[in-house]
């Protein structure tokens, strides 16, 4: 199947940020008809029976993550993620950057949906451009009479606050990110309880992707049933994909769920020439390396789970032969250690143990044990924390070292040495 | 029928024992209940579950993985182990993890003995690490502030210290700095880690990462003997241990079930305990020559003198040429043998009062410290009870914590990190009192007018139905005790005052005085008290240092202070409660009972048998139930607060605030060398316009002028949350008393100089 463009219509061709260009092509018409026209009932339907999961990683299906809001008076908040930080995703960077208008279309439609008065949108703190086109996109929209008292002559009301990060991964993950919003430290909550029961300032809250909250205008003008029509049963619809890595053009391709990997590679340029693809991570830093014999796995949800990998945030990147899988597992364990935001035991001293060790492989004093140490000590510091951040190091190691163990081993340049720390 | 019978009961199973404990309880919490053993590092039953150590990890039937006891509620028909292969896996994973970069320093570590980290290890720790690389190493023996010291290598970053400071106290400035294997415990601003409440960090880090500076390398805790008493520093009346080694009081720490203090201890309580081993202290009777000097006497010989000069007096000029004033820092039973033997002998000028405060007791609403924390509305009057009573004041931060106001009322801004409002007047109230259906009043028991201002609103509160609880935060710990045991004058005979007015005017013979210090502390001032000592024939005074009024004395007597010696107290709430001698007095030394003991038997007048005191001091507190700001506690020479303040020419002055600080006074602090670093200053605080139109800058030396009344050399300080036109100066300090000036009265500000002038001036 070909590139699909939904979402990404537009991009390169228009000027969507400006919000005159944005209208032309039928934007903010499914905002109005959502509060003039329809119930938020009606579109928590639409919404669920779309099928939508969550882009953001977990892939939670947006309308069930709405039904867990209790049904009481209690004010609420719509809090729009776009704290991208998975390593190799850049996709809501992208629309955020080039078309801030659908972004914010999405958001308050969402906001709407839940019954919510309140918008919070959380932008990567290094997201500094995208961040001052958002601001420009939302003061015209404002402008415009998208946002604020009796939007379209109805009675219903809504604001949108846009919080800038201060990098930190960790607050990508939804509570992180609230207590980020509300001036803390941004560290992960315990759960229970959940942010639909008590969230932002301690209200229910429902925390929703960039590219999940841009998907509801289409859903809305098109009906569920064009979005159930495209992808897999249980994956529904298209999906942006940050292509990385070893490939001759890597960007964003937005295709239908269910796309063979294989034809991600070859949208994106295919191989460098001379070189064959040998691993490849289809869901982001977290996830497990695919190799060569799944290259004609379908790319959605159901299909990566099923192979002991994930889609994620929808990042693949490509490994060709010529990739040093030790310095790309440290790459990898380098950033998780350094964004744990240290509160877990296992997350806090785990990745930090196996950053100096494989530091220490490759400038030349591993020993064997540290090899077997690699995998066990990544599996021990897995299931026992708060958040799935200290989960995220075990799936792309493991995987690199059972099947590259040569690559590892080969750096042990004295088996039998003992170390004696310094 | 309770409304505890409508609590919903579960019932599961832990290690195979059934279980039934209320809904929603932690499974940590129920573990207990068959005295399970959950390791936890993170969760603290006050602080609540924090989920970070991961030690407490269960294995509950059904669950995919192991789950933290500490934040799983209990469900019905759970089934739960907490032991076993997968368990242990599990802890020993997160052990292996702890321990890892942890620097094993447990030889040379505080906390060696009562370590967690340490005990844990022993069940969970393997014998050798697997980390072939150095331990990262961070910065050991940092000096967080005046009490804590901060070794980054032992902290586990569990965040009890930082939760405490946040959830308990609300002060919130002990954070968690950068991220990862980085982090580290310090202060948001930067700033030394300062608060009235530090100390309980110490208690609350389960590993030897924060230490108190008074405590390092002084003992292992084994070595300790430990006593459990009440600390007698302020009127709350918090349980707490001592522990004494080698006959020196190494530490104390707090009684986690302790339903007074819930736990906590204020750093006055915990850190004030150095005066007790000081070289400063008498130890031997001391007579003053008529050439002025003392001279070292027996206590046979010191005995009889004190008693041949009241029967002497009473020969000569009656009972009524004798007085007796104190009894708020003594115990019950010394109370009553003081009260007894004066009594005895026909002395009526008996008082107890020897500061600002005129009432101890609450009156007929006198509240429980639970009425406290379930207020929905709290009113603080006069003093904040933040300074006067700390650990009251964490009661009041859990009431706002729970949702109540905090209201305080008067001229002294609280530093409670919680008041919702602040007001002039008790008539100000009407409009917060409207809503609240519980309202709880704290008063300092100084200014009878306000106090019975605020009695007029509790009685029409409680006429509508308004549950309404009291309470007095007295200036000296057992002021309710002595008050309500006869050390308050009765039909008509005099006062403090009054007993001071008798002796300038030379119709006192003897004055005795039991552990307390008027020169500092009564507000006739220091001129007009070393008056009334001079003229009167001889003054006993009972004390642990020579003070500034026992230096006036013809007889001093070498008393033992609180940990010295067992007895009971009461505490505000009117709880009797039990203090334990945990320390050996010095030699020559005798606790005030003892002296009063001996003295009836040299008088040879009868009092009750020292077994029964304490029966009758315990059934004594009912018959106190007098009104709060009562007139008849009232001071004959009292102007309210409401009128001070128009009094004097204000042009040219300025409003006196003046403060109450939990570390001032000329006792217990004053002489404790390792409090240095927390003894205030004389200092006078100004707000930042006032200061302008005065022309003071920060740092300056100004004076304090009222008629021949002055304040000599106070630094002033420049802040934000001052009160406009008033300067605020600290009570009860020895090197600027300010016992002389009334709060709320109008001062003049004289001979103001800049630091520098005033250094060169000094070298000169």
């Known amino acids: 199947m070909p590139e699909t463009k939904v979402l990404t219509a537009g991009i390169g061709e228009a000027n969507l940020r400006d919000l005159a260009i944005y209208r032309e092509r039928g934007g903010y018409e499914q905002w109005r008809r959502a509060v003039a026209e329809m119930t938020p009932a009606q579109i928590q339907d639409v919404t669920m029976k779309s099928g939508l999961r969550g882009r953001g990683g977990a892939g939670f299906p947006t309308g069930r993550k709405w039904s867990f809001l209790p049904k009481n008076d209690r004010p609420r908040y719509m809090v729009c993620n776009c704290d991208e930080a998975e390593p190799g995703t850049f996709k809501d960077h992208m629309l955020l950057e080039e078309t801030p208008h659908q972004v914010l279309e999405g958001i308050l439609i969402g906001t709407y949906a839940i019954g919510s008065h309140h918008a919070f949108v959380y932008i990567r703190g290094e997201f500094r451009k995208g961040y001052e086109i958002f601001m420009q996109a939302v003061a015209d929209a404002r402008a415009a009479g998208f946002i604020g008292e009796n939007i379209f002559g109805t009675d219903y009301c809504v604001d949108v606050t846009v919080h800038r990060g201060a990098g930190a991964y960790i607050c990508g993950e939804e509570t992180a990110l609230i207590n980020s919003i509300e001036g803390r430290r941004g560290e992960p909550r315990l759960k229970p309880p959940f942010p639909a029961i008590k969230g932002l300032y301690n209200e229910p809250t429902v925390v929703n992707n960039v590219e999940t909250l841009a998907t509801l205008p289409h859903i809305l003008k098109n009906g569920p049933e064009w979005f159930t029509a495209v992808g897999t049963e249980k994956s529904p619809g298209y999906k942006i994909v940050s292509v990385s890595g070893h490939v001759k053009k890597p960007g964003n391709y937005e295709v239908p769920l269910g796309t063979p990997i294989s034809e991600l590679l070859a949208i994106a340029g295919g191989p460098r020439d001379g070189r064959t693809i040998v691993a490849v991570q289809p869901g982001g830093g977290s996830s497990a390396c695919l190799f060569q014999e799944h290259l004609d796995l379908g790319y959605d949800f159901d299909t990566m789970a099923a192979n002991g990998t994930m889609l994620g945030s929808g990042a693949v990147v490509f490994f060709d032969d010529t990739t040093n899988f030790v310095e790309a597992a440290l790459a990898l364990v380098q950033f998780y250690a350094h964004e744990s935001c240290g509160q877990c035991t296992p997350c806090r001293e785990g990745g930090h143990w196996l950053e100096v060790t494989l530091q220490r492989i490759l400038d030349g004093g591993g020993m064997h044990s540290d090899i077997d140490m690699l995998v066990s000590v990544s599996h021990q510091m897995t299931g026992l924390n708060l958040c799935p951040l200290g989960d995220s190091i075990e799936p792309f190691l493991a995987s690199v070292v059972k099947r590259f163990e040569a690559q590892f081993r080969a750096y042990v340049r004295t088996p039998e040495r003992v170390a004696v720390p310094a | ?764």
Not at chain 2, 146 to 172: A, G, M
Not at chain 2, 396 to 419: E, L, Q
Not at chain 2, 465 to 476: I, K, L, P, R, Y
Not at chain 2, 637 to 666: Q, Y
Request: proline share 4%; charged share 20%.
């Open chain 2, 1 to 764: 029928m309770s409304a505890r019978v409508d609590v919903k009961l579960v019932n599961l199973t832990i290690d195979g024992n059934p279980v039934r404990v209320p809904e929603g309880t932690l499974l940590v919490e129920a573990a207990k209940a068959v005295t399970t053993d959950i390791p936890v590092y993170c969760y603290h039953p006050k602080l609540g579950p924090a989920g970070l150590c991961r030690i407490c990890l269960v294995d509950i039937e059904k669950a995919p993985k192991l789950q933290i006891a500490c934040n799983t509620t209990v469900t019905e028909g759970m089934v739960v182990h907490t032991y076993g292969e997968k368990v242990d896996a599990g802890r020993k994973a997160v052990m292996e993890f702890l321990l890892l970069n942890h620097p094993l320093d447990c030889p040379i570590c505080d906390k060696g003995g009562e370590c967690d980290l340490q005990d844990y290890s022993m069940a969970y720790g393997a014998s050798a690490s697997r980390l072939a690389d150095p331990k990262s190493s961070k910065p050991k023996a940092i000096d967080l502030g005046p009490t804590i010291v901060l070794d980054d290598e032992r902290c586990i970053v569990c965040q009890r210290c930082s939760r405490f400071d946040e959830i308990i106290t609300n002060e919130r400035s002990l954070v968690v700095k950068d991220r990862g294997q980085r982090d580290v415990i310090a202060t948001a601003s930067g700033e030394p880690y300062r608060s009235n409440f530090s100390g309980n960090v110490t208690e609350l880090c389960p590993v030897g990462a924060l230490t108190s500076k008074t405590y390092r390398f002084k003992s292992r805790p084994w070595d300790n003997a430990r006593t459990h008493t009440t600390c007698t520093q302020c009127s709350v009346g918090c349980a707490l241990n001592v522990d004494e080694r080698y006959g020196a009081i190494t530490r104390t720490m707090s009684d986690e079930d302790d339903a007074v203090s819930d736990g906590w201890l204020c750093d006055r309580g915990r850190y004030n305990i150095a005066f007790y081993g000081d070289a400063r202290r008498i130890t031997t009777p001391m007579l003053r020559t008529p050439t002025g000097e003392f001279v070292q006497i027996g206590w046979d010989d010191a005995i009889e003198r004190w008693a041949k000069h009241l029967r002497d007096a009473v020969a000569s000029d009656g009972a009524d040429s004798i007085a007796a004033i104190g009894g708020g820092r003594l115990l019950n039973e010394e109370i009553l043998v003081l009260a007894q033997t004066m009594r005895a002998l026909g002395v009526t000028h008996l008082d107890w009062r020897a500061g600002r405060q005129r009432q101890a007791s609450p009156g007929a609403y006198g509240g429980t410290y639970v009425d406290l924390e379930t207020a929905d509305l709290v009113v603080a009057i006069g003093r904040p009870p933040s300074q006067t009573a700390p650990v009251l004041d964490l009661r009041i931060r859990k009431a706002v914590r729970n949702g109540a106001r905090y209201v305080t009322v008067g001229s002294h801004p609280s530093d409670s990190f919680v008041v919702s409002s602040h007001l002039a007047r008790v008539s100000d109230l009407a409009a917060h009192v409207e809503s609240a259906t519980r309202v709880a009043f704290v008063w300092d028991g100084i200014d009878a007018a306000v106090g019975a201002q605020a009695a007029e609103l509790a009685e029409s509160l409680a006429a509508r139905g308004t549950h309404v609880s009291t309470f007095v935060a007295s200036e000296q710990s057992n002021a309710r005790g002595a008050e309500a045991l006869g050390m308050s004058p009765q039909n008509g005979s005099a006062d403090s005052d009054g007993i001071f007015a008798a002796a300038r005017a030379g119709k006192l013979r003897v004055l005795s005085l039991l552990g307390v210090n008027p020169m500092l502390h009564h507000p006739l001032g220091a001129s007009a008290i070393r008056d009334a000592i001079e003229r009167t024939d001889f003054v006993v005074c009972t004390e642990l240092f020579l003070t500034e009024t026992a230096k006036l004395a013809h007889l001093v007597l070498p008393a033992r202070a609180a940990f010295e010696k067992s007895g009971h107290v009461y505490d505000l709430a009117g709880d009797v409660l039990a203090v334990n001698a945990g320390h050996t007095a010095p030699e020559g030394t005798l606790a005030d009972a003892d002296m009063l003991v001996a003295l009836a038997a040299e008088l040879d007048v009868t009092i009750a048998a020292p077994d029964s005191l304490h029966a009758q001091a315990s059934a004594a507190i009912v018959a106190t139930a007098t009104a709060f700001g009562d007139p008849k506690f009232a001071r004959a020479s009292d102007a309210t607060s409401e009128t001070i303040g128009s009094k004097g020419d204000a042009r040219n002055g300025v409003r006196i605030a003046i403060a109450a600080n939990i570390f001032s006074g000329g006792g217990s602090v004053y002489f404790d060398e390792r409090l240095a670093a927390l003894r205030p200053s004389p200092t006078a605080t100004f707000a930042r316009e006032t200061a302008a139109t005065l022309g003071v800058h920060a740092g300056d030396l100004v004076d304090l002028v009222a008629g021949e009344r002055t304040l000599v050399g106070l630094v002033a300080i420049i802040t934000d949350t001052a009160p406009s036109g008033v300067v605020t100066v600290i009570d009860g300090l020895p090197d600027a008393p300010a016992n002389e000036f009334a709060d709320g009265e109008t001062v003049a500000l004289a001979n103001v100089r800049s630091a520098e002038r005033a250094l060169t001036a000094g070298a000169v």
